[in-house]
């Protein structure tokens, strides 16, 4: 009779050492910037067919705002006041208002388990989506500006501005959007969020503050879009006053800043439920 070692049997410690796989490596990290550029194509060309009619629609609605109000204001600064908030009215349009129903019906439908699964950051979900939107805003915009400048007879010498109107109070208003769209607990209550959201860009950004009262005032100061509106408004004038131009966008960025990073932290949150 000959005496076999336990450790090599086939159930031994031995065995059972030499037969585990080893572990598997894993995969690079998910870099942002990447994650960010293909979540950006993915949406850009989802959203196209289905957004562009809305643009339409939002052009239309600022264009025809304006048109009302020439009856009212004849020119000077509640008309620089007019254009300017009817421009911006179209970013409010798709970015808060749109956007947080996309994050609505996207959280209730289980959408949100797709982009979980992903190897990309939550930040590039967030940030890709709102970029997404916020650039179907463009055309709309500089179409409507246009049509503001020619009807009330306003210079269009310092329209570059909207090359960073657009994008500063886009993400300002993309990332409330968001936020409000992933924190609604029903899809239902994000509509109708982002319908107040918009509502208040109208009636806060497009109507002269002169004629506001002061509580009105103070609530048309804590709405992103106005520190847009007031950065475009200021571009009108002869001689443009840069500095605060510059500190109404600072403002933009922050908020942007601040909102984006809240919606972040309610895609985490709704992700894991």
């Not at 004038?237 to 840069?242: I, K, L, N, V």
Request: aromatic share 6%; proline share 8%; glycine share 10%.
């Amino acid at each position: 009779m000959s005496v076999v070692p336990a450790d090599v049997l086939p159930g031994g410690a031995l065995a059972r050492k030499q037969a585990a796989p080893a572990p598997a490596e894993l995969g690079p990290r998910a870099r942002l910037w990447p994650s960010l550029a293909a979540v950006y194509r993915a949406q850009l060309s989802r959203a196209r067919v289905a957004r562009i009619p809305l643009l339409f629609v939002a052009t239309f609605q600022s264009i025809g705002i304006m048109i009302l109000m020439r009856g009212v204001v004849d020119g000077g600064g509640e008309a620089q006041a007019v254009v300017a908030g009817s421009a911006v009215l179209v970013v409010a349009f798709v970015a808060l208002n749109l956007l947080a129903q996309y994050f609505g019906q996207l959280r209730a439908s289980g959408g949100l388990d797709h982009y979980a699964t992903l190897p990309v950051p939550p930040a590039a979900v967030v940030l890709g989506a709102a970029g997404a939107y916020a650039s179907f805003t463009v055309p709309g915009t500089v179409v409507t500006a246009l049509f503001g400048c020619a009807l009330f007879g306003l210079p269009v010498a310092h329209l570059w501005i909207l090359v960073a109107v657009i994008p500063l109070a886009g993400a300002a208003l993309a990332g409330l959007g968001a936020a409000l769209g992933l924190l609604a607990p029903r899809p239902e209550l994000a509509t109708l969020l982002g319908q107040l959201g918009m509502s208040a860009a109208l009636l806060l950004g497009v109507l002269p503050p002169e004629r506001m009262p002061e509580a009105v005032r103070l609530a048309r100061d804590l709405l992103p879009s106005t520190y847009g509106v007031e950065a475009f408004a200021r571009t009108f004038g002869p001689h443009p006053d840069w500095a605060r131009v510059l500190g109404d966008l600072a403002v933009c960025v922050g908020v942007g800043v601040i909102s984006l990073a809240v919606a972040t932290w309610a895609y985490r949150r709704a992700a894991v439920r």
